[in-house]
């Protein structure tokens, strides 16, 4: 069965220093594989998405990721971290042909000044 | 989150209560899903629906029932709201039934407290 897992519940970075959330996916064909983020009280929102092609994806508020096949991984990276990024990050997969998502548990970002 | 709604945004139930949970969109999207949030678990699937007419069962449906007369409504309905149930709700919608190209939409969550 599809799976993702994010092995960093909470994660603390200072203001200005570069940022990867890992995630790991568990899918034996090519997964479609999402990263969201929430801010607290809020609702979620799409900061990439990987279907096929290139491995390294460009989405909104300067984040990236890329999609590693040998290691099962879709890692979350910004160069530069803002405290307006201090939130909770998803990632999540879609089940087969469906469009059900399967997140992950979150992980906690807190942006230290 | 443009074009899915949900109301009411906050909501506390005595247990026992029922309730329905409303959602929206006006993107003419075929599937719509409901899911719910608890601490350190991510969203949960709990039940979809991939068109009028048709809805499924996701990860953790007891306790809710779901039904899909418009395109444009899917309401998730607490027949006997329990402690267990407390948490937050998103609804979600997408053009097909495929992830592939297509954005999920999320709607902005409801807090269900059960008291």
């Known amino acids: 069965a599809q799976s993702v897992t994010q092995p960093d519940i909470h994660i603390t970075v200072s203001e200005g220093a570069s940022l990867e959330l890992r995630c790991n996916y568990s899918?034996?064909?090519?997964?479609?594989l999402f990263w969201y983020v929430q801010s607290p009280g809020q609702g979620l929102q799409l900061l990439l998405k990987?279907?096929?092609?290139?491995?390294l994806v460009q989405g909104i508020k300067g984040f990236e990721a890329e999609f590693k096949r040998s290691q099962s991984s879709f890692n979350l990276r910004k160069p530069s971290v803002h405290w307006s990024d201090a939130a909770e990050y998803f990632c999540?997969?879609?089940?087969?042909?469906?469009?059900?998502?399967?997140f992950g548990q979150g992980t906690t970002l807190q942006v230290k000044p | 989150n443009a074009g899915v709604t949900q109301t009411p945004k906050f909501q506390v139930l005595k247990t026992g209560q029922s309730m329905t949970l409303q959602c929206a969109q006006d993107?003419?999207?075929?599937?719509m899903s409901w899911y719910r949030q608890d601490p350190g678990m991510g969203l949960r699937l709990i039940h979809y629906s991939v068109g009028a007419g048709i809805t499924d069962q996701g990860e953790v449906p007891n306790g809710y029932n779901v039904s899909r007369s418009t395109t444009e409504d899917f309401p998730l309905r607490l027949l006997s709201a329990a402690p267990s149930q407390t948490s937050v709700y998103f609804c979600a919608s997408s053009y097909s039934r495929g992830a592939s190209g297509n954005t999920i939409y999320f709607g902005e969550g409801s807090w269900l407290t059960v008291v």
């Open positions: 993107m003419n999207h075929e599937y």
């Open positions: 990987y279907f096929s092609g290139d491995t």
């Open positions: 999540a997969t879609s089940s087969g042909n469906t469009g059900k998502l399967i």
């Open positions: 899918y034996g064909a090519t997964p479609y």
